[in-house]
């Protein structure tokens, strides 16, 4: 157990729709890291957040954003939803300190029919 | 985009036979990071190792780092079935911040 936590675990929607996806990280861990792994694509970095505030960006697509919360927490909003966006979506975290190791949660797995 | 390419994509070997997954990388690194996957489920953090570092020890495994070639194994001696899974390596940039770019990752199959 890496001490990430998601939910949901699974989730089926239809094409147009939005979800939201959420994370608590490791306790004491101001780092959030959000990826998407995708049978085509692998596994891609979307976004950073950085106590609170967003640090660094990837292959993020407008349709979606994120934010983290003053408690740390922070959620992954994937909106107009496509076929293509069905994927396993991670969260991980990581101390301040940059080089450190991140910590994965088990991860949501996102069907979109 | 993927960083750089593991090799092979997919190992099977018997239960007690040693692995060795490569990993090569394409920039300058601050550190690089070998997770596994058990089939679908979330990614587990095995070893870091820090551009400065040529090889360190973790249990049964051992990582080495050739910034010169950009490139990393990664070693499980004697291996067991419980091992079955997917290898990635991950790193992260110089000056990119702690974003990790990782590699397609190797399939690991022991046969008991």
């Known amino acids: 157990d890496s001490g990430v936590t998601q939910t949901p675990k699974h989730l089926i929607t239809a094409t147009g729709q939005r979800v939201t996806l959420r994370c608590s990280p490791r306790?004491?861990?101001?780092?959030v890291y959000w990826y998407q792994q995708s049978l085509d694509q692998g596994l891609q970095f979307l976004i950073q957040y950085y106590n609170g505030e967003e640090r660094a960006k990837g292959n993020i697509l407008e349709r979606f954003s994120a934010q983290q919360f003053p408690d740390l927490h922070s959620e992954l909003n994937l909106s107009s939803l496509e076929l293509g966006d069905s994927a396993l979506y991670f969260c991980a975290s990581s101390g301040e300190r940059q080089g450190e190791t991140q910590y994965f949660g088990p991860g949501t797995r996102l069907l979109v029919l | 985009s993927q960083q750089g390419e593991e090799d092979p994509q997919a190992l099977s070997i018997q239960e007690g036979e040693n692995a060795t997954m490569n990993c090569s990388y394409k920039?300058?690194?601050?550190?690089l990071q070998w997770y596994r996957q058990n089939s679908g489920r979330g990614l587990v953090h095995l070893i870091l190792?820090?551009?400065?570092?040529r090889e360190k020890h973790s249990g049964r495994l051992r990582v080495t780092l050739d910034t010169s070639k950009k490139s990393s194994s990664l070693l499980i001696t004697a291996s067991r079935a419980a091992d079955t899974a997917s290898y990635f390596c991950a790193t992260a940039d110089l000056g990119a911040g702690n974003m990790l770019t990782f590699g397609g990752g190797t399939r690991l199959m022991v046969k008991p």
């Open positions: 190792i820090r551009s400065n570092e």
């Open positions: 920039t300058s690194i601050n550190n």
């Open positions: 306790s004491g861990d101001l780092s």
